[in-house]
C-alpha cells in the first residue's frame, strides 16, 4: 500500500460548483497534513494544513482530517477556472522520520 | 510565508557536463533542505535531505556521487549533477523547513520556483 494516496483524476466541476479531493494515508502515526497546489509547470505551493481532526477553513478551502479513518480532504466552494490545477496531498510518516510524504496529486478542472 | 529562492530557473546543458542549482531561503534560517525530482505527469519524488553543516542524506536508488549536495549555511543549499546525461533531465525542486518553529515540528514546507534541467 501506498503511503499517501489520491485520485489521479481528472475531477472536472463546473465554476461555481464545490470540488471535493480526498486522500488517504497509511501511517497511523501522522501528526501534520498539508495541501498543495501545484500549476504546470510550476512548483507546489501550500494551501492548507491541519493537524487535528475535524474542519478547517480558510476562504474557500476547508481541510477536513479524520485521523480513525485516516482520511483528509480538501473542499474547494465556488470554484474557479484559475483553481485548475493538480492538489497535492502530503503527510508526515513517522517511519522516515517525520518526513513529508506526497501523494501523485489529483488533477482537477474548473470548467467555465 | 517563507521565501525560498532556486537558480537557475531554466538550464540546458550537453550530455556529460556538471549543473548547479541553488536553493536560497531569503528571510529565514533552514537547518534543513529537501530535494526533489518530477518527471512530466508525476508526483514528487524526494532525493535527498540537505542538513547544514552535515552529510546529506540519500533517498534509496539515488546516487549521491551523482548528485553532490552541499548544505554549507543556514540559508544555501546546493545539488550538483554531475556527468548530466538525458535521463537527468527533469524538474527539480528544492525546499526549506524553517528552523526553530515555535509549534515544534510541524512538517510545513516553502518550496523553490524550480529547476527545469534538458540534457542534450
Known amino acids: 500500500q501506498k503511503e499517501v494516496e489520491q485520485n489521479s483524476g481528472p475531477l472536472s466541476v463546473p465554476e461555481g460548483a464545490i470540488a471535493s479531493l480526498n486522500c488517504t494515508y497509511s501511517?497511523?502515526?501522522?501528526?501534520?497534513f498539508f495541501w498543495y497546489r501545484q500549476y504546470s509547470g510550476k512548483s507546489p505551493e501550500l494551501i492548507m494544513s491541519?493537524?487535528?481532526?475535524g474542519d478547517k477553513e480558510d476562504g474557500r478551502f476547508t481541510a477536513q482530517l479524520n485521523k480513525a479513518s485516516q482520511y483528509v480532504s480538501l473542499l474547494i466552494r465556488d470554484s474557479q477556472p484559475s483553481d485548475s490545477a493538480t492538489y497535492l496531498c502530503?503527510?508526515?510518516?513517522?517511519?522516515?522520520?517525520?518526513?513529508?510524504?506526497f501523494g501523485a496529486g489529483t488533477i482537477l478542472r474548473v470548467k467555465s | 510565508g517563507a521565501v525560498v529562492s532556486q537558480h537557475p530557473s531554466w538550464v540546458i546543458c550537453k550530455s556529460g557536463t556538471s549543473v548547479k542549482i541553488e536553493c536560497r531561503s531569503l528571510?529565514?534560517?533552514?537547518?534543513?533542505m529537501f530535494w526533489y525530482r518530477q518527471f512530466p505527469k508525476q508526483s514528487l519524488m524526494l532525493m535527498a535531505t540537505?542538513?547544514?553543516?552535515?552529510?546529506?542524506?540519500?533517498e534509496q536508488g539515488v546516487e549521491k556521487d551523482k548528485f553532490l549536495i552541499n548544505h554549507a549555511s543556514l540559508t544555501l543549499s546546493t545539488l550538483t549533477v554531475t556527468s548530466a546525461h538525458p535521463e537527468d533531465s527533469s524538474f527539480y525542486i528544492c525546499?526549506?523547513?524553517?528552523?526553530?518553529?515555535?509549534?515544534?515540528?510541524?512538517?510545513?514546507?516553502?518550496f523553490g520556483e524550480g529547476s527545469r534541467l534538458t540534457v542534450l
Open positions: 502530503a503527510v508526515n510518516i513517522e517511519e522516515y522520520g517525520n518526513k513529508l510524504v
Open positions: 491541519i493537524y487535528s481532526n
Open positions: 540537505s542538513n547544514e553543516g552535515s552529510k546529506a542524506t540519500y
Open positions: 501511517d497511523r502515526g501522522s501528526q501534520s
Open positions: 528571510d529565514f534560517q533552514a537547518t534543513t
Open positions: 525546499s526549506a523547513e524553517q528552523s526553530g518553529s515555535s509549534l515544534g515540528y510541524t512538517g510545513e514546507l516553502f
